[in-house]
T-cell receptor
Framework: DSGVTQTPKHLITATGQRVTLRCSPR?????VYWYQQSLDQGLQFLIQ???????AKGNILERFSAQQFPDLHSELNLSSLELGDSALYFC???????????????FGPGTRLTVL | AQSVTQLGSHVSVSEGALVLLRCNYS??????LFWYVQYPNQGLQLLLK??????LVKGINGFEAEFKKSETSFHLTKPSAHMSDAAEYFC????????????FGQGTELSVKP
């Protein structure tokens, strides 16, 4: 158990809908990262928040947005869902901003999103 | 830009045999390198990481990896495979000029035959 929690574990929805994925980082971690894992794209970095502020952005679609709240939990919002958004979405957390590679990212169990 | 290439999407070994999973990286600046393992229906677990302190890195579950700058490689090895090692393994790179993101390879699925 990494200490990172994600809810829900599974999510099934229809095209065009909007969903929210939630992540609680390990106690004491200030950074939260979101990754998407799909069969065709592999593991892709989406976005990082550090202490409530966006710190780094990857290949995140405009239909996707995220935020980190004062209690440090984070939510990833996916809207206007398409079939191709079906994937496993991971959240990870680390102590610092990972400006140094010595900081380790700890991953949650993921949320499996299925868009029908 | 940084990238990671894992050679072989599937590797099969017999129980007790050597495990060798290959990872090559591309980076214009000193990299930090990681190996993660993903068991079925689970998240990623850190096996080991290279942060320039020592080129031979020992991790959990008997795994180790050696950073070879001249070969731009960070191959993962284990002397004797166990059935419980069957999983997917990901190599990842991080550099200080890329914010917090990890760049992952495509993964190698390890099968262990009895």
């Amino acid at each position: 158990d990494s200490g990172v929690t994600q809810t829900p574990k599974h999510l099934i929805t229809a095209t065009g809908q909007r969903v929210t994925l939630r992540c609680s980082p390990r106690s004491g971690d200030l950074s939260v990262y979101w990754y998407q894992q799909s069969l065709d794209q592999g593991l892709q970095f989406l976005i990082q928040y550090y202490n409530g502020e966006e710190r780094a952005k990857g290949n995140i679609l405009e239909r996707f947005s995220a935020q980190q709240f004062p209690d440090l939990h984070s939510e990833l919002n996916l809207s206007s869902l398409e079939l191709g958004d079906s994937a496993l979405y991971f959240c990870a957390s680390s102590v610092g901003a990972v400006s140094l590679g010595t900081d380790t990212q700890y991953f949650g169990p993921g949320t499996r999103l299925t868009v029908l | 830009a940084q990238s990671v290439t894992q050679l072989g999407s599937h590797v099969s070994v017999s129980e007790g045999a050597l495990v060798l999973l290959r990872c090559n990286y591309s980076s214009s600046v000193p990299p930090y390198l990681f190996w993660y393992v993903q068991y079925p229906n689970q998240g990623l677990q850190l096996l080991l990481k290279y942060t320039s302190a020592a080129t031979l890195v020992k991790g959990i579950n008997g795994f180790e990896a050696e950073f070879k700058k001249s070969e731009t490689s960070f191959h993962l090895t284990k002397p004797s495979a166990h059935m419980s090692d069957a999983a997917e393994y990901f190599c990842a790179v991080h550099t200080d000029n890329q914010g917090g993101k990890l760049i992952f390879g495509q993964g190698t699925e390890l099968s262990v035959k009895p």
